[in-house]
């Protein structure tokens, strides 16, 4: 199991580890079903901290006040229900999704959030004495439609912006904003981690990877997307830290090498120092969405430590 780091450099270590991609794809259509999942959420903080030098500070203070609520155990009580607002742009008429394929994601991540997905007791799974029930409600607020003609979105934030032709976010300090775009280069999906600017808060994912009905593609039409990116929006990194062998700050997740793709054989081990059992049933994978099913329970402290009394969304208690 990984060890908790907090100096400044470690934390520049972590987020800037890989080279950077900004993926800032702009009408260059789709011309296959994506066969692996991409999440640009970290490529998208590098170029966050490269445009804001003042975001690290930030991140700092927040990894210091996380690990301080952890170890106080200055956890919010009770359920924190979270209203989101489906922020819809759309070409065709099968981007502008239906309200059952957005309420059919705000089902799963009820589900996946509680404990409650049907795979959660899936046999066989080396780690389900860590698994975690995380206690978090989503309800639908609102939902934004607009339509477009752009072909894609790309990674730099042009969907969150009406100057760019996108939608502006609603109250983003008390309603997680989820865009429904394409944004091509075979990205799924990106979120903005806790201390960025509230302008651009939330989460961004394709409407063929929203939700599980309508126009959601295999493999990844189990809401997992959501899952995962909404994770990352209450501050979780992937699991094999955005590095090899790296760190995602959690103490009870294993060493990964790198992202595990598809549905990796049971018992698959890492190359790391242990050569641990890789937890690649983790939301913070990039298996396809059959093949994960749990978050950790040192995955649940962290999230919740975002929505204590001094935490970066503290706001939405």
């Given amino acids: 199991m990984k060890k908790i780091f907090l100096s400044a450099a470690a934390l520049m270590l972590m987020i800037s580890c890989n080279n950077e991609d900004n993926n800032t794809v702009t009408d260059t259509p789709e011309t296959s079903v994506i066969a692996h999942r991409g999440c640009a959420s970290h490529d998208v903080l590098e ?127 008390t309603k997680l904003n989820y865009w429904v775009c394409t944004i091509g280069g075979g990205i799924l999906g990106y979120a903005q981690f806790p201390g960025g600017s509230s ?48 760190n995602d700050q959690v103490s009870d997740t294993p060493s990964h090498n790198t992202a595990n793709y598809g549905v990796p054989a049971v018992g698959h081990r890492s190359t790391c120092s242990g050569t641990p059992l890789e937890m690649y049933m983790n939301y913070m994978d990039y298996t396809d969405d059959r093949g994960m099913y749990m978050f950790s329970n040192g995955q649940k402290t962290r999230m919740l430590a975002i929505f204590s009394t001094t935490g970066a969304r503290k706001s939405f208690r």
Avoid at 164 to 169: E, K, L, M, S, V
Avoid at 208 to 233: Q, S
Wanted: net charge positive; proline share 3%.
């Fill in 47 to 173: 170029r966050q901290l490269k445009e804001d030098p003042s975001l690290a500070k930030r991140m700092q203070e927040i990894e210091l006040d996380t690990e301080t609520a952890k170890a106080q155990g200055r956890i919010v009580n009770g359920v924190i229900e979270i209203p989101v607002v489906f922020n819809v742009l759309y070409r065709t008429a099968a981007e502008n999704i239906s309200q059952a394929q957005l309420q059919s994601q705000i089902d799963v991540l009820n589900k996946d959030f509680n404990a409650q997905n049907s795979d959660y007791n899936t046999a066989n799974n080396p780690y389900s004495s860590v698994r975690a029930n995380v206690g978090i409600r989503f309800v639908l607020d609102k939902v934004v439609r607009k339509s477009t003609t752009k072909t894609s979105w790309g990674t730099n934030d042009a969907m969150k912006k009406t100057s760019t032709g996108g939608i502006a976010p609603t109250s983003p300090t």
């Fill in 199 to 246: 302008a651009t808060d939330g989460v961004a994912i394709d409407s063929k990877y929203t939700g599980t009905n309508g126009t959601a593609t295999y493999p990844f039409n189990l809401g997992r997307t959501g899952t995962h990116e909404v994770g990352h929006w209450m501050n979780l990194r992937h699991i094999w830290g955005d590095a090899t062998c790296g």
